[in-house]
């Protein structure tokens, strides 16, 4: 008699619950994503490599957010200025002769000081009035960026240098995008991590009701501003890789719109889920650019013709990040993340799918 094998999924403890991998199949295949994104500069050129740059420093920052909003449930407006601080504060350290390598961490913990000084008046806020806080935090932080010269430049911005590992300089595309995938891997499973841990359920347990968690004993001052500090250590890091990886850092970088590309990714990718926050930033990233290829087709045509497009598709790339944001609020409140659970459970199931 040949034995059954169980159809569904299966928790039999906590630790089962709380495990990393549920299956060795997802292990599998997250062993495999990073094997393929660690073999791209093998057959992938400049621009594509350019694009996973982008997607995995963007990432870092938009999964510290996500623990911000996500988990925690506190709004932020100003999460590209913290991005900012970071990126200025790497910049600093090389200057006065610190490691690039070394200097990126301590980016980190330079935005999660900042970040704290914004978050222990914050953490007494909520709703609308925390959302205006950190929209105050972000134009103070601009007027600081724009005025503070010793740090930043000033308007001028200010340049630094490539990371450099025993001779080697990661100044190319093919050599950072392993200086990226490094740190999206480390930032990633510590995140992981952390929402496994005592602080981490606390953090949820804020966000779901904030008074039962008190009830509970949780010090909701404490965790508030603690998610802040972990946000802003995010965003400081993302901003690092993104200084070192231009090698030119600009005041006019950081603005309230990218603030909002922020939010948008967290959002398209699911809030309050750690893969989701680098499936959300992939899909904005990579959005722009299909608008563009789609204009790039459409040039000439009768439809570009009808309505005269001409010069405006880097308005229809904007109007693509805004209606994106309206369609997934409406179509798929919960994100990518979400959708992608349907679809592995659907398979999972089989034939018992409903």
Same mark, same amino acid.
């Given at each position: 008699m040949t034995a059954l094998t169980p159809a569904g999924d299966f928790r039999e403890s906590y630790r089962a619950d709380t495990t990393l991998f549920p299956t060795r199949n997802s292990l599998a295949a997250c062993l495999l994503g990073i094997a393929l /994104? !660690?073999?791209?500069?093998?057959?992938?050129?400049?621009?594509?490599?350019?694009?996973? #740059?982008?997607?995995? @420093?963007?990432?870092?920052?938009?999964?510290?957010?996500? +623990?911000? &909003? $996500?988990?925690?449930?506190?709004?932020?407006?100003?999460? =590209?200025?913290? @991005? $900012? &601080?970071? !990126?200025?504060?790497? *910049?600093? @350290? /090389?200057?006065?002769?610190?490691? /690039?390598?070394?200097?990126?961490?301590?980016?980190? @913990?330079?935005?999660?000081?900042?970040?704290? /000084?914004?978050?222990?008046?914050?953490?007494?806020?909520?709703?609308?009035?925390? *959302? +205006? *806080?950190?929209?105050? =935090?972000?134009? #103070?932080?601009?007027?600081?960026?724009?005025?503070?010269?010793?740090?930043?430049?000033?308007?001028?911005?200010?340049?630094?240098?490539?990371?450099?590992?025993?001779?080697?300089?990661?100044d190319s595309n093919e050599t950072y995008l392993y200086v990226v995938l490094f740190w999206v891997v &480390?930032?990633?499973? !510590? !995140?992981?991590?952390? %929402?496994?841990?005592?602080? $981490?359920?606390?953090? &949820?347990?804020?966000?779901?009701?904030?008074?039962?968690?008190? %009830? %509970?004993g949780i010090n909701l001052t404490k965790y508030r501003t603690l998610s802040f500090g972990i946000s802003s250590f995010y965003a400081g890091v993302g901003g690092g890789l993104y200084a070192h990886y231009l090698l030119f850092v600009s005041v006019e970088a950081f603005t309230i719109l990218f603030s909002i590309q922020f939010l948008a990714m967290v959002i398209i990718g699911g809030l309050g889920s750690v893969s989701g926050s680098l499936m959300g930033t992939a899909f904005m990233v990579l959005l722009p650019e299909v608008v563009q290829w789609g204009g790039d087709l459409l040039a000439g045509s009768p439809i570009d013709r009808a309505?005269?497009? $001409?010069?405006?598709?880097?308005?229809?790339?904007? %109007?693509?990040?805004?209606?994106? #944001?309206?369609?997934?609020?409406?179509?798929?409140?919960?994100?990518? *993340?979400?959708?992608?659970?349907?679809?592995?459970?659907?398979?999972k199931l089989y034939p018992f799918s409903h």
């Open positions: /994104v !660690a073999a791209s500069p093998l057959v992938l050129d400049r621009y594509w490599l350019n694009l996973l #740059i982008n997607i995995g @420093f963007l990432g870092i920052a938009a999964l510290g957010l996500n +623990i911000l &909003v $996500g988990f925690t449930g506190q709004i932020s407006i100003g999460h =590209a200025a913290f @991005f $900012g &601080v970071g !990126a200025f504060a790497s *910049a600093l @350290f /090389v200057k006065h002769g610190v490691p /690039v390598l070394a200097a990126i961490p301590l980016a980190g @913990f330079v935005t999660t000081a900042v970040g704290m /000084v914004f978050g222990l008046p914050a953490a007494r806020l909520k709703g609308l009035y925390l *959302a +205006i *806080a950190t929209l105050a =935090a972000q134009f #103070i932080l601009e007027d600081f960026f724009a005025r503070a010269r010793w740090f930043t430049g000033g308007v001028a911005g200010t340049i630094t240098e490539p990371p450099e590992l025993l001779g080697l300089r990661f &480390v930032m990633y499973v !510590a !995140a992981a991590n952390l %929402m496994r841990s005592r602080d $981490g359920r606390a953090l &949820v347990a804020v966000r779901d009701h904030y008074l039962s968690a008190e %009830m %509970m309505l005269n497009l $001409g010069g405006g598709i880097a308005y229809l790339r904007e %109007m693509a990040i805004g209606a994106a #944001i309206i369609l997934f609020l409406i179509f798929e409140p919960d994100g990518l *993340a979400h959708r992608w659970q349907l679809v592995k459970a659907y398979w």
